[in-house]
């Protein structure tokens, strides 16, 4: 049936695909699933950086094609990409083989995306006779432009690790079979960061793309770092020719 499974390295949550024998394609409950999982992650105070991937050689094929007539109406693949989108914390996507259709719209969701060099891309909806989801689209936008988006949507074509890099749609391509490694080392660097900045960094960066950002909320995280302990930390660290240690972490809910 599939699943989707939360295991925990050091401060890094990894959220694993499980379906292999079917490259991973997602259920209707698969899709309920990642919410639920996401939202464990993102009331765990001792879980900083998320890293999705999927069990075996591929990322994930899309939507499982049997539960396609439910999935066309359903909101489980957008529910789903932004509880990625959404988190306070970083996201990244590991992407080995097959990454197509809706598994492509979950790895939008993911604030970074690094491929293996064998992965393959690809927006099929022309070939079913579905639309994609604007959410989803708008994403493809902001990363590469209306003219690629287009393209991908058009054509249906695939695309290589390579070419989707050219685009903007991933930042690295790695060897095959060490993405999920690399966005583990990635994760776990950020880990080591100042939070407040990586946790600012996404709610400015998200909010100036949505083109919503208001001047009060970039100015709470100004003051939040002015009176935080990692501005000093940083300081002296940066004096005494040492890696910093940061504490700083959000007023628990």
């Known amino acids: 049936m599939g699943s989707i499974d939360l295991a925990r390295d050091g401060h890094v949550a990894v959220v694993t695909l499980n379906r292999p024998d079917k490259r991973n394609a997602m259920t209707d409950a698969m899709w309920r699933q990642v919410p639920a999982v996401m939202a464990e992650v993102d009331a765990d105070d001792d879980l900083l950086v998320t890293v999705v991937h999927g069990a075996g050689g591929s990322f994930c094929a899309g939507s499982d094609i049997a539960d396609l007539d439910a999935l066309h109406h359903a909101e489980g693949p957008i529910n789903a990409e932004e509880a990625l989108a959404r988190s306070p914390k ?13 598994g492509c719209e979950l790895s939008l969701g993911a604030d970074l995306r690094i491929a293996g060099a064998g992965a393959q891309f690809s927006i099929p909806p022309a ?32 695309i290589t690790a390579e070419r989707a890099l050219a685009l903007g749609l991933v930042n690295e391509v790695v060897a095959d079979r060490s993405a999920f490694d690399r966005a583990l080392e ?18 400015i960066v998200d909010g100036l793309v949505r083109r919503d950002l208001s001047a009060e909320t970039a100015i709470a995280w100004v003051r939040r770092a002015n009176a935080s302990p990692d501005l000093l930390e940083g300081r002296d660290a940066f004096a005494e020719r040492r890696p910093p240690v940061f504490t700083w972490r959000p007023p628990r809910r």
Do not use: D, N
């Not at 070939?127 to 991908?152: C, D, Y």
């Open 127 to 158: 070939k079913l006779g579905i639309v994609f989801p604007v959410s989803a689209t708008q994403r493809m936008i902001h990363l590469m432009g209306p003219a690629v988006t287009k393209e991908l949507l058009f054509t249906a074509r695939r």
């Open 186 to 203: 990635v994760a776990r660097g950020i880990t080591e960061l100042s939070q407040l900045t990586v946790r600012a960094s996404k709610e």
């Open 90 to 102: 970083p996201v990244i996507a590991a992407v080995e083989g097959h990454c197509h259709g809706g």
